[in-house]
C-alpha cells in the first residue's frame, strides 16, 4: 500500500503517460502506463541492456525500428482458445502481427552488438504458413474470398445467376408497368427483393406486400414472379454463410493449435516496443544511462545537473518555465540528508526529482542528469510528501504524517530510499523537531538513504554531531528577494519566513512586530553567519566562471600555437624531402654515369689507357655530384686500413676491398666490382667513419685517385662464360629491415660485384607490406646492368626474393 501511496506522491503516473506516447503500438502504451517495477536488480540491468541496445538501434538506423501491422490480438487469441469464431477482422489483424514481427526479427538478427535483443527474438516463431493461408482466404476488404473453397466459389456463382435473374425480372416488370411504379428503383425488404409501388395501382403488380412509406403512399411489393427465385436466393445466402462460418472455424483452429507461441510473440513484441518507448523518451529527456553502484564499496552518490522530468514535460509542452538543475553528490558514509531553506524554494522538487531518478533507473530508464550517473539500485523507494488531511477519518496534517511514516518504517529495509517532507510538522515545535530527530536517528540506522526537507534548525546541528548526516539548503537570492532552487551542499538553510512575507505583500508593520518577536537565541546570527557562507559561496562560484574562462582562452591560444607548430613542422618536413628527393636523384644520375662508364669498360679491350680514361671520368662525376652536394662529418681519426678491411671511398660514393697498403706512398689498391685502383689514404674511411691518421711523409704529393690497374678475368672480357642461377652466399644480398634509400646504396654495390657477365644476383627483400620490394624493382628497371629480373619461386622465397639477371 505505501509502494502505491509514494508513486501517487511522485506523480509516477504521469510520467508513465509520458512513456506511453512513445510506444508504438497499443499494446506498448498500456504496458507503459501499467509498467511493472522491478524487485531485483537483475530484471533491472536486463531491462537497462534492453533500453540501452534500442538506443544504439535508434541512433545508428537511418529510419527507426517499426512496429507497423502488429496488433492488440490478445482477446482474440483468448476466444479462439475458448472454441469461439474468429471474425474476418480478426484474423487479418493476427496475419498482419506475424508479418510485422517477422520484419521486426529480421532488422535485429541484422544488427551487430545488441546480444540481449537478439536472444529475445532468437526462438520466435511467425508462423508464415498460418499469415499466408489467412491472406489466402480473406481478402484486403476483411472479408471471406471466392478462393477460400471450391463450394464457396461455386455457391457465390450461383448467387450471381440468381440476382442477375431477379434483376433482370424486376427491370422488365417496371417498364411494363412503369405507370404503377413509384421510383424506378430495386431495393430489399427481409433480404427479399421489392420494388415501390403506388398504393392505389397495387393490383397491377400481383405479389407480397412486405413493407409501407411512412405515408402510405408507396408499397414494397415482391412480384410474384420472383418469389421462387428469392427463395432460391434466401437458400443460397444460408449456405454462402455456412460455408463462411466453416472456413472461419477452420482458421480460428489453426490459430489455436498454436496460441500458446502466439501469445509469446505478443508478449516479445510488447517487450520490445516498451523498450523502444525507454529508449525514445530517454533520448528525447537528453539523459544518460545510470550505473548502479555499491555503497559499501565507498562509491559516491553521483547525479549532476539532476532535472525533474515531468517539469522538463511542462516547459516543452505547456508552456512552463525553464527547469532549474540541482546536484546530488553524497558520499558513502551519509545515511540522512537534511535539506533546509525558505518555503517555495524548491525543497519538496528535489525530493521529488530523486525519487522519480531512482524509480527510472529501475524500469530501465535512462535519467536526465550529466554523464556520469551513478545511484544505488534501491529496492523501495518510501515517501512522505504533501499534507494528508482527512475530515472522514478526523486525520489532521500531523495524524496523516505519522500514519504514514509508520507504514514506511514497517516496509523499508537497508536498501530503501526514503523521502520525507517536512519532517515533524504539523504539532508542536519542541517536540515536532525532538520526535523528527529520533526518527532519522532511526532511518540513518536502519534504512539505505534517507533525504528530509525540514524548517527545524535543531536537525541543521545534526551533521556536527554524527557524521551520517548531511546538511543541503535551497538558495535564496536576497536581492531578488525569491528562492533560485538551486541546491547548496555543506551549509544549512534559512527559513526567511519574514522576508517571503514581506515580498508576498503583507504588511510592513506586521512584520516589523513579528521581528521583535522572532527568539532571541542566536537565531540571526546563525542566520548572518549562513548569509556569509552563501555570499562566499556565490563570490567563488563567480571566480571560478572567471577563471573557466581564462582556461578556455588559455586552452584556445594553446591550441593556435599547436596548430602553427604543426604548420612549421610540416613545412619543415616538406622542405626536408624535397631537399632529400633532390640529393636522391642527383645520386641516381651520378651512379647511372658510374654505371656506364664501367660497362663501356668492360665492353672494351681493357687495356691500361681505357682504365685511366675510366679513372677520369670517375673523377669527374666524383667532383660533380660529391663534393659540392655531400656535408663531410667530424673526422674519427686513428683509423688503419688493413689488408682484407672493407672500406669506403666517399667521393665515390662506393665500398671497397683493401687489396695492398703502402704507407710509404700514402696509398693503397682496392677493388671494387670488377675494378681495382690505387687511391690515397687520406680519400678513404672505415665503414664507421673513421678516417685515416697517415705518417708524416715529405714530398708526397696528396692524391684522391691515381690511374690505376684494371683486371678484367679472362672468362669476363671474352665473353663467353655462362653461369647457371645458383643460389651461393656470394649472389646473394639481404635488404631485410631497410628502407628504400638505404637498400638502393647496398644493391648498387651489390650488382657492381657480380663480375660473371650473364650471372644472377638473388635478392631477398622480405614479403611486409611490399614497399621494399617495389623499390628494389624500380632499383633494377634504372639500373644499366641488369638485363631482366623475375620473383622467385615458393620454394625459393616467392614473393619475398627477387632474382636480377645482369647483362
Not at 508513465?16 to 497499443?26: P, Q, S
Not at 659540392?628 to 676491398?657: F, H, M, N, W
Request: proline fraction near 5%; include cysteine; hydrophobic fraction near 40%.
Amino acid at each position: 500500500m505505501i509502494q502505491s501511496e509514494t508513486l501517487e506522491l511522485l506523480e509516477w503516473p504521469r510520467l508513465c503517460e509520458h512513456l506511453a506516447t512513445f510506444a508504438a503500438t497499443k499494446l506498448g502504451a498500456i504496458a507503459a502506463r501499467q509498467i511493472h517495477i522491478p524487485t531485483s536488480l537483475a530484471e533491472t540491468e536486463q531491462l537497462l541492456t534492453q533500453t540501452k541496445e534500442v538506443y544504439h538501434l535508434e541512433t545508428a538506423l537511418t529510419t527507426s525500428l517499426s512496429f507497423e501491422g502488429i496488433h492488440d490480438i490478445g482477446d482474440s487469441l483468448e476466444r479462439a482458445q475458448l472454441h469461439g469464431i474468429l471474425s474476418c477482422v480478426e484474423l487479418l489483424a493476427i496475419a498482419t502481427t506475424l508479418a510485422g514481427m517477422r520484419n521486426l526479427r529480421r532488422v535485429i538478427d541484422s544488427q551487430p552488438s545488441i546480444p540481449v535483443l537478439k536472444e529475445l527474438v532468437e526462438d520466435l516463431r511467425t508462423y508464415p504458413e498460418l499469415e499466408q493461408e489467412i491472406h489466402h482466404c480473406i481478402d484486403e476488404r476483411a472479408e471471406v474470398a471466392d478462393r477460400a473453397s471450391p463450394q464457396l466459389g461455386a455457391i457465390r456463382g450461383q448467387l450471381k445467376q440468381v440476382r442477375d435473374r431477379i434483376y433482370q425480372t424486376l427491370q422488365q416488370i417496371m417498364q411494363r408497368q412503369s405507370g404503377a411504379i413509384q421510383q424506378q428503383l430495386i431495393t430489399q425488404r427481409s433480404d427479399r427483393f421489392v420494388i415501390p409501388v403506388k398504393a392505389p395501382q397495387k393490383d397491377s403488380i400481383p405479389g407480397i406486400v412486405h413493407d409501407s412509406s411512412t405515408t402510405g403512399a408507396t408499397l414494397y411489393i415482391e412480384p410474384n414472379a420472383i418469389v421462387e427465385m428469392n427463395n432460391r436466393l434466401r437458400v443460397l445466402l444460408r449456405q454462402e454463410k455456412a460455408e463462411e462460418e466453416a472456413i472461419l472455424r477452420a482458421l480460428t483452429e489453426k490459430v489455436a493449435a498454436v496460441n500458446e507461441d502466439l501469445e509469446r510473440l505478443l508478449a516479445i513484441a510488447t517487450t520490445l516496443d516498451l523498450a523502444t518507448a525507454r529508449a525514445r523518451y530517454s533520448y528525447w529527456l537528453k539523459a544518460n544511462p545510470p550505473r548502479f553502484i555499491d555503497r559499501s564499496a565507498a562509491d559516491l552518490i553521483t547525479l549532476r545537473q539532476l532535472r525533474h522530468p515531468l517539469l522538463i514535460w511542462q516547459h516543452h509542452h505547456e508552456q512552463g518555465p525553464a527547469v532549474v538543475p540541482i546536484d546530488l553528490m553524497i558520499s558513502p558514509h551519509i545515511r540522512v540528508v537534511a535539506i533546509t531553506g525558505p518555503n517555495t524554494g524548491g525543497k519538496t522538487v528535489t525530493l521529488k526529482t530523486l525519487g522519480l531518478a531512482a524509480l527510472m533507473a529501475k524500469i530501465g530508464l535512462f535519467i536526465p542528469a550529466r554523464e556520469p550517473v551513478e545511484l544505488p539500485w534501491f529496492d523501495e523507494v518510501l515517501a512522505d510528501i504533501g499534507d494528508e488531511q482527512s475530515l472522514e477519518q478526523s486525520l489532521s496534517t500531523f495524524s496523516g504524517h505519522i500514519r504514514r511514516i509508520t507504514r514506511i518504517l514497517a516496509a523499508m529495509s537497508q536498501e530503501s530510499l526514503v523521502l520525507l517532507d517536512e519532517v515533524g510538522a504539523g504539532t508542536d515545535p519542541s517536540e515536532g523537531s525532538a520526535l523528527a530527530i529520533a526518527l532519522l536517528q532511526h532511518l540513518a540506522d536502519y534504512a539505505g538513504l534517507t533525504v528530509a526537507t525540514t524548517h527545524y534548525g535543531e536537525l541543521k546541528a545534526l551533521k556536527y554531531q554524527d557524521e551520517r548526516f548531511e546538511n543541503a539548503a535551497v538558495e535564496f537570492d536576497d536581492v531578488s528577494l525569491s528562492p533560485t532552487y538551486r541546491l547548496l551542499w555543506g551549509i544549512p538553510g534559512r527559513s526567511n519566513a519574514l522576508t517571503i512575507a514581506s515580498r508576498l505583500g503583507l504588511s510592513s508593520e506586521i512584520i516589523e512586530v513579528a521581528k521583535t518577536h522572532v527568539a532571541p537565541s542566536g537565531g540571526a546570527e546563525i542566520n548572518q553567519v549562513i548569509a556569509g557562507l552563501e555570499s562566499q559561496r556565490r563570490q567563488q562560484e563567480i571566480k571560478a566562471k572567471e577563471a573557466a574562462v581564462l582556461l578556455a582562452q588559455a586552452e584556445k591560444l594553446n591550441q593556435e600555437v599547436s596548430q602553427a607548430a604543426r604548420s612549421l613542422e610540416e613545412r619543415e618536413q616538406l622542405l626536408r624531402q624535397q631537399q632529400e628527393q633532390t640529393l636522391l636523384n642527383e645520386l641516381a644520375q651520378a651512379k647511372a654515369e658510374i654505371a656506364q662508364v664501367i660497362r663501356r669498360l668492360q665492353e672494351g679491350n681493357q687495356t691500361g689507357q681505357d682504365a685511366q680514361e675510366a679513372t677520369k671520368a670517375l673523377n669527374e662525376i666524383s667532383e660533380q655530384y660529391l663534393p659540392s652536394r655531400q656535408v663531410k662529418a667530424k673526422p674519427k681519426p686513428g683509423y688503419q686500413p688493413k689488408v682484407g678491411d672493407r672500406i669506403r671511398i666517399p667521393k665515390l660514393g662506393q665500398t671497397a676491398e683493401v687489396l695492398e697498403v703502402s704507407l710509404a706512398d700514402q696509398e693503397l689498391i682496392v677493388r671494387f666490382g670488377i675494378m681495382k685502383m690505387t687511391v690515397a689514404l687520406t680519400d678513404i674511411e672505415s665503414l664507421n667513419g673513421e678516417k685515416v691518421e697517415p705518417p708524416p711523409v715529405k714530398n708526397v704529393e696528396p692524391k684522391i685517385l691515381k690511374a690505376a690497374k684494371v683486371t678484367v678475368p679472362a672468362a669476363t672480357a671474352s665473353g663467353s662464360s655462362s653461369v647457371p642461377t645458383i643460389r651461393t652466399s656470394r649472389n646473394t644480398v639481404d635488404l631485410r629491415g631497410r628502407r628504400v634509400a638505404d637498400a638502393e646504396m647496398e644493391l648498387t654495390q651489390a650488382i657492381a660485384a657480380q663480375v660473371p657477365v650473364g650471372g644472377a644476383l638473388w635478392i631477398i627483400h622480405g614479403k611486409g607490406t611490399g614497399k621494399l620490394r617495389e623499390g628494389v624493382h624500380q632499383i633494377l628497371d634504372q639500373s644499366p646492368q641488369i638485363k631482366n629480373y623475375e620473383l622467385a619461386k615458393d620454394k625459393d622465397g616467392g614473393s619475398g626474393v627477387t632474382i636480377a639477371y645482369l647483362k
